[in-house]
């Protein structure tokens, strides 16, 4: 970061692709809105070969994307851009992580300005076996970094009760990962507290293993 010299900084993850015009159509939007830091836009996930595997909408708004960030992120880092100045601010990323930097970014932002997804496809997500997100030495970094930021994600500005429900279910469900993933790192006392922490989440994981089969956990890791 300490090297980009733009205005504006176009996040694009390895082996992702952009459409022609993504640039150019977030430059617009970033120039004729000062009040935004961040634009993102809708997504598709493809497979290894470049098929389509599904199309993802999301929030468009402002207000509806903060209130779904308190739970899931609704948008992909290869779709976003942001300010140079907003993320200085912040100082950059936040080392502390050793994953989930991006979200970490993305909740620093969410307090300095506003947030806008453009409706339309403009970033394809390649969605393979060696995507950093599938390597399993990462799950238990990737957890514990889960698990802090959407607790601090609880205190976005303009949530309504159901959506600090719908955070508390994600950090429920992250602790119980969390805590399993740890014991099999064979770190015990910090299994122990985080069971005994989560332990409400238990009903809503068994309800959610038995609903989804055991691809349950993919989804939020």
Avoid at 17 to 38: I, N, P
Avoid at 60 to 87: G, K, Q, W, Y
Avoid at 190 to 198: F, I, K, P
Wanted: a positive charge; proline letters at 3%; hydrophobic letters at 45%.
């Amino acid at each position: 970061m300490n090297n980009a010299h733009g205005q504006y900084i176009a996040i694009l993850d390895a082996d992702d692709t952009s459409t022609a015009d993504r640039f150019a159509l977030q430059v617009d939007c970033l120039d004729q809105k000062s009040e935004l830091v961040l634009v993102a836009s809708w997504y598709r996930n493809v497979d290894s070969s470049g098929k389509l595997i599904n199309e993802v909408k999301t929030p468009t708004e402002h207000l509806d994307i903060v209130r779904r960030l308190a739970s899931n992120c609704p948008f992909m880092n290869s779709a976003v851009m942001f300010r140079t100045e907003s993320i200085r601010i912040l100082g950059g990323y936040d080392k502390t992580f050793a994953y989930s930097q991006d979200l970490a970014l993305w909740l620093g932002l969410a307090t300095l300005g506003k947030f806008e997804i453009l409706p339309k496809f403009l970033t394809n997500i390649r969605l393979t076996s060696t995507s950093l997100t599938n390597i399993p030495s990462f799950g238990l970094a990737r957890t514990h970094d889960a698990y802090v930021l959407y607790k601090r994600a609880r205190w976005l500005d303009g949530l309504r009760l159901i959506d600090k429900l719908r955070g508390q279910r994600t950090i429920g469900l992250y602790g119980l990962l969390y805590a399993w993933r740890s014991l099999r790192a064979g770190k015990v006392l910090r299994a122990v507290g985080l069971t005994v922490t989560n332990f409400w989440a238990i009903p809503i994981a068994l309800f959610e293993l038995l609903r989804k089969g055991l691809k349950f956990f993919k989804p939020i890791k």
